[in-house]
């Protein structure tokens, strides 16, 4: 056995099985060929105590099930065949790549040259290369096992015996060939749908053919069509789901209404954005005796009409989400359901599933009751008109808001005394106008009508999770084991956590990261101090981004984010197919009946949780796509801005007036030559010593916009501001304990994003901007980042220096 070299975990602190899962195999690959018992591996980790060698053990588990180790008697070794690997791959503008193998399993960087015969998203063998000391593992891509689409999207560029399509650097990776008799009639500079139809050589164009023209460039319904091509969001249902969806009868059957709870002589009502249309939940409230008060939570009862083995059930599965573009919704299920049979309408009888507690004022839960009910909302809010109501405005329901507000902030005060994390993301939102053009943007911030919701919402999740999942309120294990379909947000990466307060140190922050206990709190702390600075966008992108993804699984390990050992989705049926899944199981439990094996569930929600995410990405797109729509009318024009963050090309510059960012390129500031410090996050000129830092005022010029690329690029308005007016700036904005370094530059699991970034340039892949836990051809994990490249794009037809030229 080699030489017992200095201890893994180098901290003290508390790790969860995957992300030990994923330094033991680090270890393990630094050791190939030499066998190690457990007890070896917990000296190895500090993990000795034996609380702890239950968690070396599951992560040893974890790696054996995986077939990444084999267990030899009392021992283990890594698999000798572990030169290979499979993944998903994900480009960079570089034309480089990593390959993401998965939860607690490091990604695998991959040269330009050497990702084979894959497109971006293709899940691929990749020949893994011994790693070396202080680097990242690299390989080779050697085959693709499967394909993440058949159909691509792209430009045609004609050619002389036909022409070439031009896709997306970032998610395709590849131009198509497509000879003369496969172009369909598409034309020089229109957006395409073409499908592969061979590809031997990776040093030669794949062939494709063309199977739909979407439009010309530029134009706002080819350019969204082609957001949904190329996310696979389908616009319109088959005739066969359609029809099946025609059939269900409005009217609610006496019957049906006989076998419920009847709640329709309670006070109900809903709180939605201004323009909804699918009103998934309501709220009800009614006094009890002794102080308690009853409280509703109904959700539209999706499964009463979508019944196993039929066709609107089979077409929720593919989509698995509704998804919500700027100017559209791509709905999970056909609108007669989703806008009208299932909509808790406002003067409507509706069935719902509903879950009805008897709280006190505290928010405490005294008794919890859940079953199938019909109610009738009587009241249809408006966020901004509940908002009015708690801040003042007279209505007849006045008094109800307030006490549920009184109520859910009671909810909250409680969460994040368990350790919530308090994300309160702003939204970018647009105003449009009759042909879905943008006329204004703004910032949208969740308040106390938002929160009123959330907090509800969140508490039904919670308690549904542990009745259906087999708990006792309060108890800490299951009585009765049941498969349970469960959200689930697993412990943040230690490795991430130690980037992230390398990353705030310079800025002025002090994070401690040494326990579970500390961490929460050090987010908490560092999400308050940062509020209303001119670097909070960025700070607190970063640091969402440092926390694992919330997923859907069988497994339950609790939500980190929301600091719940039992959480689901049960609230949003008409757009999440896993809250259908929980309706069903939920009900199994109440009926007695035996719960599905795992094995049954845990497909879809693997699938459930990959269309969410590509949902999101669509959605980000859209957001993107729709600022250079609006800023396109800016160029010329000067703003003031905040830089937001730093990289090798530049900076990127936030225009709160405009709630957009774009980039300034080095070579736009020409009073000097500047160099990135990425250790303090800024800009520094080599003669004149003048510096630009994250969150530092910087008046700029809209100099270029693409909106077939998304990409604003701005340049330098003129001088900055007097140093009295950047110091006064960075004196008003400084926390209290904050370092005086000069070098400094709505967590809702329950509610759809309506529009999820600021950044409209997408980030380019360089070094700079400090960004943590990553190298230097990395997908950037710094404000605003994105899968797209400001860096080196084409400047095609559509570029507003194209057109200007045109006209």
């Not at 058949?150 to 031009?166: C, D, E, K, P």
Request: aromatic share 8%; proline share 5%; hydrophobic share 35%.
């Amino acid at each position: 056995m080699p030489k017992r070299g200095p201890k893994i975990n180098k901290i003290n602190r508390s790790v969860d099985a995957v992300s030990l899962a994923s330094r033991l195999l680090r270890f393990f690959q630094k050791r190939p060929g030499h066998k190690f018992t457990a007890a070896d591996l917990g000296f190895e980790t500090g993990l000795t105590e034996e609380k702890s060698q239950t968690m070396v053990a599951s992560a040893l588990e974890l790696l054996n099930r995986s077939e990444q180790i084999t267990a030899e008697g009392d021992g283990f070794r890594l698999k000798m065949d572990m030169a290979y690997a499979m993944g998903t791959i994900e480009l960079t503008s570089s034309g480089a790549a990593y390959v993401v193998r998965g939860p607690g399993l490091d990604d695998l960087y991959i040269r330009q040259g050497s990702t084979g015969l894959s497109f971006g998203g293709d899940r691929v063998k990749v020949l893994v290369y011994p790693q070396k000391a202080g680097k990242k593992l690299e390989g080779e891509v050697v085959e693709v096992v499967s394909r993440s689409r058949t159909r691509y999207v792209g430009m045609m560029q004609s050619h002389n015996q036909g022409a070439f399509v031009l896709t997306d650097a970032r998610k395709v990776g590849r131009d198509f060939f497509v000879s003369s008799k496969e172009l369909g009639g598409a034309k020089e500079g229109q957006l395409v749908v073409l499908e592969l139809m061979e590809w031997v050589d990776a040093e030669r164009a794949p062939r494709g053919k063309v199977v739909e023209i979407l439009g010309d460039r530029g134009e706002h319904e080819t350019e969204i069509h082609a957001i949904m091509e190329e996310f696979g969001l389908p616009w319109v249902f088959p005739a066969e789901v359609e029809a099946e969806a025609a059939q269900i009868p409005l009217a609610l059957d006496p019957l049906e209404i006989a076998r419920r709870r009847d709640l329709r002589g309670t006070l109900t009502f809903t709180i939605d954005p201004v323009d909804a249309k699918d009103f998934d939940d309501a709220l009800s409230i009614r006094p009890l005796q002794d102080g308690l008060w009853e409280v509703g939570v109904h959700i539209a009862d999706v499964t009463h009409y979508v019944r196993p083995g039929s066709k609107l059930e089979a077409e929720a599965i593919e989509r698995a989400t509704s998804v919500y573009l700027v100017d559209r919704v791509v709905p999970m299920l056909p609108e007669i359901l989703s806008n009208q049979v299932c909509s808790l309408r406002p003067r409507e009888d509706k069935y719902t599933f509903s879950a009805i507690f008897a709280m006190d004022e505290s928010g405490a839960v005294h008794e919890r009751w859940f079953g199938r009910t019909v109610i009738h909302s009587d009241r249809r809010f408006a966020y901004e008109e509940a908002q009015s109501i708690l801040e003042g405005d007279s209505d007849p329901l006045a008094e109800d808001l307030l006490l549920m507000n009184r109520m859910a902030k009671a909810l909250r005060a409680a969460r994040m005394d368990d350790g919530a994390i308090g994300f309160d993301r702003a939204e970018v939102k647009f105003r449009l106008d009759a042909n879905n053009q943008p006329i204004g943007a703004y910032v949208k911030e969740a308040k106390d009508s938002n929160k009123l919701i959330e907090e509800f919402m969140l508490l039904a999740n919670r308690e549904v999770a542990v009745f259906a999942g087999g708990k006792k309120p309060g108890a800490k294990t299951k009585q009765v084991q049941r498969t349970m379909v469960y959200r689930i947000h697993d412990h943040p990466d230690p490795m991430k956590l130690i980037a992230l307060s390398q990353f705030v140190r310079p800025l002025g922050y002090q994070m401690q990261v040494d326990s579970p206990g500390n961490v929460r709190k050090s987010i908490n702390e560092l999400l308050r101090q940062v509020k209303g600075t001119p670097e909070a966008n960025m700070l607190e992108t970063l640091t969402v981004r440092t926390m694992a993804k919330a997923v859907y699984g069988t497994a339950n390990v609790g939500h980190y984010g929301l600091a719940f050992d039992d959480y689901t989705h049960f609230t949003s049926p008409i757009r999440r197919y896993p809250d259908m899944l929980v309706h069903r199981l939920l009900q199994d439990c109440l009926d007695g009946k035996p719960a599905p094996k795992a094995e049954a569930l845990e497909e879809l929600c693997q699938h459930s949780s990959l269309r969410e995410q590509n949902a999101a990405d669509a959605e980000r797109s859209s957001v993107k796509y729709m600022q250079a729509v609006y800023m396109e009318q800016f160029v010329g024009e000067s703003f003031d801005g905040i830089i937001s963050g730093v990289t090798d090309w530049g900076v990127f510059v936030e225009v709160p007036e405009t709630a957009c960012e774009g980039l300034v390129r080095l070579r736009e500031f020409r009073d000097d030559y500047y160099s990135v410090d990425s250790e303090r996050h800024c800009l520094v000129g080599e003669r004149t010593g003048r510096e630009y830092r994250l969150g530092d005022p910087l008046r700029i010029t809209v100099k270029e916009v693409d909106v077939v690329r998304k990409t604003i690029d701005f340049s330098v308005a003129n001088e900055r501001g007097s140093s009295s007016r950047s110091e006064h700036w960075r004196e008003s904005t400084r926390p209290s304990g904050r370092s005086s370094t000069p070098s400094r530059g709505m967590y809702d699991d329950t509610r759809p994003t309506e529009a999820g970034s600021r950044s409209s340039s997408p980030r380019p892949t360089g070094s700079g901007g400090g960004r943590p836990g990553f190298g230097s051809d990395r997908k950037p994990n710094g404000p605003g980042a994105s899968k797209g490249s400001s860096s080196g794009h084409r400047k095609g037809p559509n570029s507003t220096a194209a057109r200007k030229k045109r006209r």
